[in-house]
C-alpha cells in the first residue's frame, strides 16, 4: 500500500511558478507509474501529467504541455511537479496518484491510490 502527502500549492500570480512535492509512503513507490491530476470547482477531475516508473517517460495534457514538468526521485520516495507560466485556468486542487501499473496512466481510473489534494490558486 502507499500513502502519498502533496505540498506546495498556493496562491501566486498569473505568469509565476510552483512546485509541487508529493510524499510517498512504502517501499515499492518506485514500481508505480505516477501521476498529477487537477479538479476545478464544478468540473470533473483531469488529467495533468503522468510518469513511468523510471522516470524515462512523461505524458501531458495539451493545456499543459511546454509550462509543466513532472519528475520524480525514486530515492526520496517523492513525486514533482513544476508549474510555469501559471495561469488562471489552472486554478484548482492538484491530486497526486499512484497505479499499480508502471507505465505511462493517464486514466484515472488506472491509479489506486491518490493523495488528499493541495490547492493552487492562480490570480490574474
Known amino acids: 500500500q502507499v500513502q502519498l502527502v502533496e505540498s506546495g500549492g498556493g496562491l501566486v500570480q498569473a505568469g509565476g511558478s510552483l512546485r509541487l512535492s508529493c510524499a510517498a509512503s512504502g517501499r515499492t513507490f518506485s514500481s508505480y507509474g505516477m501521476g498529477w491530476f487537477r479538479q476545478a470547482p464544478g468540473k470533473e477531475r483531469a488529467f495533468v501529467a503522468a510518469i513511468n516508473w523510471t522516470g524515462g517517460s512523461t505524458h501531458y495534457a495539451d493545456s499543459v504541455k511546454g509550462r509543466f514538468t513532472i519528475s520524480r526521485d525514486n530515492a526520496k520516495n517523492t513525486l514533482y511537479l513544476q508549474m510555469n507560466s501559471l495561469k488562471p485556468e489552472d486554478t484548482a486542487v492538484y491530486y497526486c496518484?499512484?497505479?499499480?501499473?508502471?507505465?505511462?496512466?493517464?486514466?484515472?481510473?488506472?491509479?489506486?491510490?491518490w493523495g488528499q489534494g493541495t490547492q493552487v490558486t492562480v490570480s490574474s
Open positions: 496518484a499512484a497505479a499499480s501499473q508502471s507505465g505511462i496512466n493517464s486514466a484515472s481510473s488506472r491509479y489506486n491510490y
